[in-house]
């Protein structure tokens, strides 16, 4: 069936073998993102976020074993060849890693690491990937004439933006952007993401936007999902998911983070910690720290199911909106 | 808010200046990272120093410490001038008085020692134990820190618990030295978001019981207006703005802390606000004479790039050093001497 959405997750699965036993990083996520769509994956360190990027754009370990299917259009990305990969990355899909200045390689210029990168997906020359530099610098607000700079040169936000300019360079349809403002100031980040907001109108690209912030993500991303222990627990629309949150770990999320808006009042810590992923007991993953859950949610593990238009949640205490799917 | 107010200075920092020389010979440079900041903290309150990064937030912590000697300024314990008393290095009794805790849990706790080493120690450098066993005392700690449930905690090592967890037993061991300043630099900038809501509750919680002067130091504007009472803004080095916490964030008077307040992420809010200023970065600003915001700030005048305004008080406890409220009270006794400020460099 071919699919208007740039790109398609479905039962996504990856595990890591390791001494201890298998890590499930990652456990039957699924989702989809429309063109020019910017969908937020939150979750908080060790959730699986990070390596649902790797996947996606297949950079994930040797050892890693995957399973489900990841399709960008026509390709099914998991069973691409080294060839195919090669070109999949960067003309289809790019990623901006998490903090800049360990993404870009110090003995390098800009522009030489620019013109790597495109000649390294594409087929194109020297001469040409060099001419494309000025105006992949120009359309993220870097001076072209600093192209032939060394990234200690450039301050933090200026590295951020060459990282994106880069991610850019082939006109991908999809750029998946890892923490792309982590390591930076509240004022440059903002910056960057209204920058990102803006090429995206401009250039119509899709972005899936990962971030342990929450706030952050539901301001830019109109769609939200949230994951705990390597699974999706609830995913919807921004506002709704931030309006009327279903998941206690979603609420928790929400009811722990510091605002700058309302009254100051006392927050509480949601306490203990994430479940150990090498563990596969059934049961809901966020049994041990839900203030709601009942005996029998630690044996049976929750589904996925529509508690509202568009709006799934996996946890018992709610009922499916239409007969579970 | 808690009458810390009637209470007489703790810790004072007068005109406090750091200029840090880099480079040699044709290539040498000065970089004013802190440039005559005066602040005051009593017994029992909690303040911000509130920056971005290359602010000299951080820079301030570690005179404080004493970690780095300051170019020249006061820094007053109880009302007695430490550097004059100890120029070179700090007492014991200051290092009781003041103590510190850092941004990376895991690399302030040495890898190689147990949380009972480590709190062990901490008590008898400190000599705090008061002649009970070692043992009941680090018992103590860690209950006062909630960690007296974790198993065994006393034989694990730092990396056998989580980010929270670490920066709890770091708290600890501050605590066994009884301080009556604690500094945390960022404490909570590494830990994930809901357990950064704990430790701010925790260092409430025992500021009060113990009634230390708590200063955090943070990029954060949320984390300040969550645990203090009053927040200081720092830019390049300086003071721009000073008042009550919730004040700074509600109705911000100086145009930096404005773009400060007006960046931060925000749910619920749709997009986009437009960036303000220049897209591209423009070359460094010269650290003049003047305000060292006027090359970002949206309401530049020509006297701006002039003269560094005093503090105009605006509402009763909140200060703002920019023309818009008026010259200040009278010419700034520190003129500005830093050229190439690389950290004024950050791009917009």
Redesign the interface.
């Known amino acids: 069936m071919p699919s208007a959405n740039v790109l398609d997750v479905t039962g996504l699965s990856v595990e890591f073998p390791t001494p201890r036993g298998i890590v499930h990083a990652v456990s039957g996520v699924s989702f989809s993102i429309g063109r020019g769509e910017v969908l937020g994956l939150v979750g908080e360190s060790g959730s699986g976020k990070s390596t649902v990027a790797h996947a996606i754009i297949r950079v994930l370990p040797g050892s890693a074993r995957y399973s489900g299917s990841v399709r960008c259009g026509e390709q099914d990305v998991l069973a691409l060849g080294p060839a195919a990969l090669r070109s999949f990355r960067w003309q289809r899909v790019s990623l901006v890693m998490q903090g800049a200045m360990n993404a870009l390689n110090p003995v390098m210029t800009i522009e030489a690491q620019a013109i790597d990168v495109i000649r390294a997906h594409a087929k194109v020359s020297r001469r040409a990937a060099a001419a494309q530099v000025p105006e992949l610098l120009e359309l993220v607000g870097i001076d072209p004439a600093r192209r032939r700079s060394y990234p200690h040169e450039l301050s933090g936000g200026m590295r951020q933006r060459c990282v994106i300019a880069i991610a850019l360079a082939l006109q991908p349809e999809l750029v998946v952007m890892d923490e792309p403002t982590t390591a930076l100031d509240v004022v440059v980040q903002r910056a960057i993401m209204d920058e990102i907001d803006r090429l995206r109108e401009q250039l119509g690209f899709s972005v899936l936007l990962i971030s342990h912030d929450l706030d952050l993500v539901a301001e830019r991303a109109s769609q939200l999902a949230i994951m705990y222990a390597g699974k999706i627990v609830e995913i919807g629309s921004s506002a709704e998911v931030t309006r009327s949150p279903r998941h206690p770990y979603t609420e928790a999320l929400l009811t722990s983070t510091m605002s700058v808006d309302g009254d100051v009042h006392r927050l509480t810590e949601l306490g203990g910690r994430p479940p150990d992923l090498i563990s596969t007991a059934p049961g809901c993953s966020f049994f041990p720290r839900c203030a709601k859950a009942e005996a029998w949610h630690q044996t049976q593990t929750p589904q996925l199911r529509q508690v509202a238009p568009g709006h799934e949640v996996a946890c018992h205490l709610y009922p499916a909106l239409e007969p579970a799917r | 808010m808690t009458g810390a107010a009637q209470q007489a200075p703790l810790l004072e920092l007068r005109d406090l200046n750091k200029t840090f020389v880099t480079g040699w010979l044709r290539n040498r440079k000065t970089v004013r990272a802190v440039a005559g900041v005066d602040l005051t903290l009593r017994g029992g309150q909690a303040i911000a120093l509130v920056g971005?990064?290359g602010s000299g937030k951080s820079t301030v912590a570690r005179l404080i410490a004493r970690l780095v000697r300051p170019t020249s300024g006061q820094i007053l314990l109880n009302g007695s001038d430490v550097l004059a008393a100890e120029p070179r290095h700090a007492s014991r009794g200051y290092r009781h008085d003041v103590q510190m805790i850092f941004q990376d849990p895991f690399s302030s706790l040495n890898p190689v020692h147990t949380i009972g080493y480590h709190l062990t120690r901490s008590v008898q450098i400190h000599g705090t134990a008061g002649g009970r066993p070692v043992a009941d005392t680090v018992a103590g700690l860690l209950e006062d820190v909630g960690l007296g449930s974790v198993a065994a905690i006393t034989d694990r090592y730092p990396h056998e618990l989580?980010g929270g967890q670490r920066q709890r037993v770091a708290i600890a061991r501050t605590l066994a030295a009884r301080p009556s300043v604690l500094v945390a630099d960022e404490p909570t900038s590494m830990l994930?978001?809901?357990?950064?809501?704990?430790i701010?509750?925790l260092l409430d919680d025992l500021r009060r019981e113990r009634d230390f002067g708590l200063l955090l130091i943070t990029?954060?504007?949320?984390?300040a207006?969550?645990a203090t009472s009053h927040t200081l803004v720092m830019y390049a080095g300086q003071i721009l703005e000073s008042g009550p916490s919730?004040a700074i964030?509600a109705s911000p008077r100086h145009p930096y802390t404005q773009?400060?307040?007006?960046?931060?992420?925000?749910?619920?809010?749709v997009?986009?606000?437009?960036?303000p200023g220049e897209?591209?970065?423009a070359a460094a600003p010269e650290a003049g004479p003047g305000c060292p915001f006027a090359a970002r700030c949206p309401s530049r005048m020509p006297v701006c790039d002039t003269v560094m305004p005093g503090p105009t008080r605006t509402e009763p406890g909140h200060w703002v050093r920019c023309h818009l409220f008026g010259p200040g009270g009278g010419p700034q006794p520190h003129q500005p001497a830093a050229q190439n400020d690389s950290r004024r460099?950050?791009?917009?």
């Open positions: 971005e990064s989580s994930d978001t809901s357990v950064r809501v704990g701010l509750n990029h954060d504007l949320a984390s207006r969550y919730a964030i773009l400060l307040v007006r960046s931060i992420p925000r749910r619920g809010t997009h986009p606000v437009p960036a897209r591209r970065q460099e950050e791009a917009l």
